[in-house]
């Protein structure tokens, strides 16, 4: 095989042209097909990137696909996944897993009953000082670690983020699995009890928009997760991930989205930030195509995002009752 052909179904989510622009510079990848279930926006994505677009699953995966990627809803993964698995073609899925443990679990199942390979797609793994940091803490330099502080704000997206019947959650549901991910990459351990609350106090929506989440891992260590929607449209950048990872003998801090060049803008009369440096994004894709290339075990499994997205269930639980969860959820 000497170049991999991948898909892209829907392009609902914001990271879909991201990704689209990821295969096109990927040599080993051949950015084959389109389908998106809003024909409009297929075709405009088609002629963007120069790619044909189907309006029906059945002629898109007739292309012999090798692998997708799906960027639609959330409500929308458990759909798409048994129909890329059914037709023996590999998965990329955008996170979360889902909107809940029921779907998350017959993903999982669709693809081990026939075989296919399922990846998430967290690209925060893909950031240099992220990865920089999980190997100061694989070193033993900081010792053993005692509590992780964490925030993962953003700018609120709107549409359909914002409707719990796509989304599955807010602002909970959409930023802690990032974080949930990272620490459970780097801990080896899951998470034993999660306490949350959240709210809906910033836009006036239907739907959480900020929160603050306590949970303690099986090893004992304690972290604390902001992951609000509290970046206003005029901030300069979308958002952040941040970490104080307290250790016995140190500290690391990580900025993952510091690779960035201040810019006082009159066309756009305010301050914006312009990265530079490395790209996550296509760190994600080239490990997801190398995957099929070179037949490896997905790097981030679909039982990982299971986990992350179960960390935030939980606390939508604990909110809900106002009480401590033992994960895994019942």
């Known amino acids: 095989m000497d170049k991999v052909r991948i898909g892209v179904m829907s392009y609902a989510h914001m990271h879909a042209a991201?990704?689209?622009?990821?295969?096109?510079?990927?040599?080993?990848?051949?950015?084959?097909?389109?389908?998106?279930?809003?024909?409009?926006?297929?075709?405009?994505?088609?002629?963007?990137?120069?790619?044909?677009?189907?309006?029906?699953?059945?002629?898109?995966?007739?292309?012999?696909?090798?692998?997708?990627?799906?960027?639609?809803?959330?409500?929308?993964?458990?759909?798409?996944?048994?129909?890329?698995?059914?037709?023996?073609?590999?998965?990329?899925?955008?996170?979360?897993?889902?909107?809940?443990?029921?779907?998350?679990?017959?993903?999982?199942?669709?693809?081990?009953?026939?075989?296919?390979?399922?990846?998430?797609?967290?690209?925060?793994?893909?950031?240099?000082?992220?990865?920089?940091?999980?190997?100061?803490?694989?070193?033993?330099?900081?010792?053993?670690?005692?509590?992780?502080?964490?925030?993962?704000?953003?700018?609120?997206?709107?549409?359909?983020?914002?409707?719990?019947?796509?989304?599955?959650?807010?602002?909970?549901?959409?930023?802690?699995?990032?974080?949930?991910?990272?620490?459970?990459?780097?801990?080896?351990?899951?998470?034993?009890?999660?306490?949350?609350?959240?709210?809906?106090?910033?836009?006036?929506?239907?739907?959480?928009?900020?929160?603050?989440?306590?949970f303690e891992f099986e090893n004992g260590v304690f972290a604390s997760l902001d992951p609000s929607w509290s970046r206003p449209r005029s901030f300069p950048t979308w958002g952040d991930v941040t970490m104080d990872i307290i250790g016995e003998k140190g500290i690391i801090y990580v900025d993952a989205f510091s690779e960035v060049i201040d810019v006082y803008e009159d066309k756009v009369g305010k301050h914006v930030c312009r990265s530079w440096g490395s790209n996550a994004n296509l760190g994600l894709v080239k490990n997801f195509v190398d995957m099929i290339l070179y037949n490896r075990t997905p790097f981030i499994s679909g039982y990982d995002g299971l986990k992350a997205m179960e960390v935030a269930l939980g606390a939508y639980e604990s909110a809900a009752k106002k009480k401590v969860i033992e994960l895994p959820l019942k």
């Open 18 to 214: 991201s990704y689209s622009e990821c295969l096109k510079n990927i040599p080993s990848a051949e950015f084959a097909a389109i389908y998106d279930d809003n024909p409009k926006r297929g075709k405009e994505m088609a002629k963007r990137f120069g790619v044909e677009f189907f309006k029906t699953e059945k002629k898109f995966f007739a292309e012999k696909l090798d692998g997708v990627i799906i960027c639609s809803e959330n409500s929308k993964h458990l759909q798409m996944t048994e129909s890329a698995a059914k037709a023996k073609v590999h998965i990329l899925c955008e996170k979360p897993l889902s909107v809940n443990m029921k779907d998350g679990n017959k993903m999982l199942a669709a693809v081990q009953k026939t075989g296919v390979k399922l990846m998430i797609a967290f690209p925060c793994r893909f950031i240099p000082s992220i990865v920089k940091a999980r190997r100061v803490i694989d070193s033993g330099e900081i010792g053993r670690i005692l509590a992780i502080k964490a925030t993962n704000h953003g700018t609120m997206p709107g549409g359909w983020f914002t409707d719990k019947k796509f989304s599955g959650g807010g602002a909970v549901m959409d930023h802690t699995v990032h974080v949930a991910d990272l620490l459970r990459w780097f801990l080896r351990r899951e998470v034993r009890t999660v306490y949350a609350e959240a709210d809906k106090s910033i836009y006036n929506m239907k739907i959480d928009d900020c929160g603050t989440l306590l």
